[in-house]
């Protein structure tokens, strides 16, 4: 059984990978992939919490592995929607920098 | 019948309500002068009654007819209710007899003003109304409302024909001008309130024999500064020096108006007022030095700027000024007397110069507003000649000259040679009433000069303008005579039955002081003729006539001499009535408005600065903040970010110091 840190250091870790993509990538499509990854870190986290309560307490508690699927349902969904604001905005503008998309200011 | 007397006010009120409401056609005889004329005779009726009851020994200061006005808290409790005692009776006398013969001698003067008689009619009844409230109140608050009301209507009444500029402005002058008395008259009351907690005249004047400083609910020191303050508001009412130049300008508004409030009743209030407040004068000496003096020196002024006046109402005007201040004299000395001898003589001589005055100076004021009505003018030197064609006015104003000159048997001797001698007898306590006594006897001297300057002018020689003068009708006439009888007899009221001086001393409810009971009615004459002193003021009262009668009737006088060398300066200085109004007006538009200039530019560039500065800071703000708004996802993701690290690291490092080096993990579960 891999100990419960282990599990929480390497979501922490896909985490800030998906949070840096977030940061530097201009191009939308890369930024909503950082997300997703950022969203399947917290992910792991339910789940690997979800598998710790066993340990803990002795006996299982499926709750987070729940939440771990809902979560991936709504992320489906809204890559989905993403996507097509993506589309839309690419048609509109011809260019998915999000760089060049700020006209939603003062 | 007492207990009615606040029904007084009621008729002449209702009549101002009717028509000011009514509508036009219903308003009949002189656009409502009927509905005036009986609103003022009932109220004449109930106050003779009244009178009548307080003639045969009643009285009504027990505070007990009143109803409650306001309640504050538990113990305070401000009542309006009536205090009908002897001085109440004399002035409900004057108001009454006065008021109800001037409105009916409006029927006749103020017929060619038109539909302005609704609103003339309207506002004489109102003032009617709150001057009887203001004498009957029963307590300083309720007086002090009247009070005010009575200003009002007065500037209401001054201003009545408000599209002349001059009239607007006197009228504006009046009511600010007293209103400087009133404000010190309120910061008097204040003070007897705050100490003593009740302004009711039944508990302020100490009926049950100690006064409010023998009690210890007022230390002496207020108590004077108190009446000083609330004397002051006497002089803004009763135009004394300093506050005397509104009455002149008060002249502005109609003949009756100047008769009734500015000679009759409405001036005679801070009189009322000073002799309503005797038992806490007689408390304080300084005080009463002070009013004595304030009366004495405005006396002598009015008289002299009298002498110089042109203007028939202004010479009017003048010497009501310089009467009543005779009153407030005799006021004053007569605290004295009272003090050191337990005689109530200058008091008692005081109030019966108030009522004899009241007669013959609406007498005069209304034989001058017959005269004005005849020639179309106010000015003395464009009258002349009108003996022969003006023959009942000429004679009243005769007898309203000789009365208010001080020549027996007409009243204003008996009463004006009482004060003189109260304040000679106060001359052994203090000897600034010798000096007083000196003004006094020079004013007698003055007034009846200008008094019979005045008369020679109008009415002797000959005509001296175009207007063809005639006698005015009957309903003018008629209030005429019945003043000049009036004005005959009222100084008898001396000798009447027990005397007048008896009758009114009982009036003062004085405390730890016990009074001597005046002379009987013989006595009374008998020291006035066997005093040197009353020959004295007499003899100059014929002087100055004599003096009037070569100047102003006998020809051949050079009247140039009075333009040239030392007479002229004296002339001009009072024909500038000494200079103390163009100080004021100096005064108002040079330093007040500079102070106003600062004062607008204080509100400007300060109060506006601030409201404005806010508001500036405000938007720069705005402007400042909204280019964070900059549109760009990545700073807001950011910036996200970096707040989300900097909260971790506050919980995880900086709560657990502030919460005393816990763990913070640890004090989670």
């Known amino acids: ?106 | 019948m007492l207990e009615y007397a606040w029904l007084i006010p009621v008729f002449p009120f209702l009549a101002f309500i009717l028509i000011g409401l009514l509508p036009k056609r219903t308003l009949g005889w002189e656009n409502g002068g009927g509905y005036a004329i009986g609103g003022a005779v009932g109220a004449f009726v109930l106050s003779m009654l009244v009178i009548w009851d307080v003639l045969n020994g009643k009285t009504l200061t027990d505070n007990s007819v009143k109803t409650t006005w306001l309640v504050i808290g538990d113990s305070v409790r401000i009542t309006f209710g009536i205090y009908v005692d002897q001085l109440t009776a004399v002035m409900l006398l004057v108001i009454s007899i006065v008021g109800t013969l001037v409105v009916i001698y409006s029927g006749g003067y103020m017929h060619e003003e038109g539909v302005g008689r609704r609103r003339y009619y309207a506002e004489i009844m109102l003032f009617i109304s709150v001057m009887y409230g203001l004498v009957i109140a029963n307590n300083y608050l309720e007086m002090f409302i009247f009070w005010e009301l009575v200003g009002l209507c007065s500037y209401l009444l001054i201003g009545f024909w408000y599209e002349k500029p001059s009239a607007a402005s006197a009228a504006k002058r009046a009511f600010i001008v007293t209103r400087v008395g009133d404000i010190m008259f309120m910061a008097g009351l204040i003070i007897l309130f705050k100490y003593v907690g009740n302004l009711d005249f039944s508990a302020l004047f100490g009926q049950g024999g100690q006064s409010i400083v023998s009690r210890g609910l007022i230390p002496k020191d207020m108590l004077t500064l108190s009446t000083l303050l609330i004397f002051g508001g006497a002089i803004g009412k009763s135009a004394q020096f300093p506050l005397h130049e509104w009455l002149p300008d008060a002249m502005e508004g109609p003949t009756t108006v100047s008769a009734l409030i500015h000679a009759a009743t409405m001036v005679k209030a801070g009189v009322y007022l000073t002799a309503r407040t005797y038992p806490l004068l007689v408390l304080t000496p300084d005080t009463l030095l002070f009013v004595a003096i304030i009366g004495g020196f405005t006396a002598l002024l009015a008289a002299t700027v009298a002498l110089a006046a042109n203007d028939i109402k202004r010479v009017l005007a003048y010497s009501t000024i310089s009467q009543l201040g005779y009153m407030i004299l005799g006021l004053g000395a007569g605290g004295y007397l009272v003090i050191h001898s337990q005689s109530s003589g200058g008091y008692t001589a005081a109030m019966l110069h108030l009522m004899n005055h009241g007669f013959f100076k609406a007498l005069l004021f209304l034989c001058a507003g017959s005269v004005i009505h005849a020639v179309g003018t106010n000015d003395m030197r464009l009258m002349g000649g009108l003996r022969k064609r003006m023959p009942i006015t000429s004679i009243t104003m005769l007898i309203g000259a000789i009365a208010i000159g001080g020549i027996p048997p007409l009243s204003g001797f008996w009463s004006k040679d009482e004060v003189l001698s109260a304040v000679y007898h106060s001359g052994e306590f203090d000897f600034t009433f010798f000096v007083l006594w000196a003004f006094g006897v020079a004013t007698a001297f003055l007034t009846a000069f200008y008094m019979f300057r005045m008369w020679f002018m109008a009415f002797s020689g000959t005509p001296r303008s175009e207007a063809h003068a005639h006698e005015s009708p009957k309903i003018m006439t008629v209030p005429l005579m019945i003043l000049a009888g009036l004005a005959l007899v009222s100084g008898f009221a001396l000798f009447i039955g027990e005397g007048f001086k008896k009758f009114l001393e009982t009036s003062l409810r004085l405390s730890d002081i016990p009074l001597l009971a005046p002379g009987e009615p013989g006595e009374v004459a008998s020291e006035i003729f066997s005093d040197p002193l009353t020959y004295l003021s007499l003899g100059l009262a014929i002087v100055g006539i004599l003096i009037a009668y070569r100047i102003y009737y006998l020809p051949g006088f050079d009247r140039a001499v009075f333009a040239r060398g030392v007479p002229g300066a004296f002339q001009r200085a009072l024909e500038n009535r000494w200079y103390i109004s163009k100080f004021y007006d100096d005064f108002a538009y040079k330093v007040w408005y500079g102070f106003s200039i600062v004062a607008d530019m204080f509100d400007r560039y300060v109060i506006d600065g601030v409201v404005n500065g806010f508001a500036y800071l405000g938007a720069n703000t705005g402007n400042v903040i909204r280019k964070g708004q900059s549109g760009d996802v990545r700073r807001y993701t950011s910036l996200v970010v970096v707040g989300i690290v900097l909260l971790i690291l506050f919980l995880v490092y900086i709560m657990p110091w502030i919460r005393g080096q816990g763990d913070w993990f640890g004090g989670w579960s």
């Open chain 1, 1 to 106: 059984m891999i100990p419960v840190e282990y599990w929480v250091i390497f979501s922490s870790l896909l985490f800030a990978i998906g949070a840096y993509g977030v940061l530097t990538r201009r191009n939308a499509i890369v930024v909503l992939m950082s997300i997703e990854v950022m969203l399947n870190a917290a992910n792991i986290n339910l789940v690997a919490f979800s598998s710790y309560h066993t340990t803990l307490h002795g006996f299982s508690d499926a709750s987070g592995q729940a939440f771990a699927l809902f979560s991936i349902a709504i992320a489906a969904a809204e890559v989905a929607v993403g996507l097509a604001i993506i589309l839309s905005v690419y048609r509109r503008y011809q260019t998915i920098d999000v760089d060049k998309i700020n006209i939603l200011r003062w």
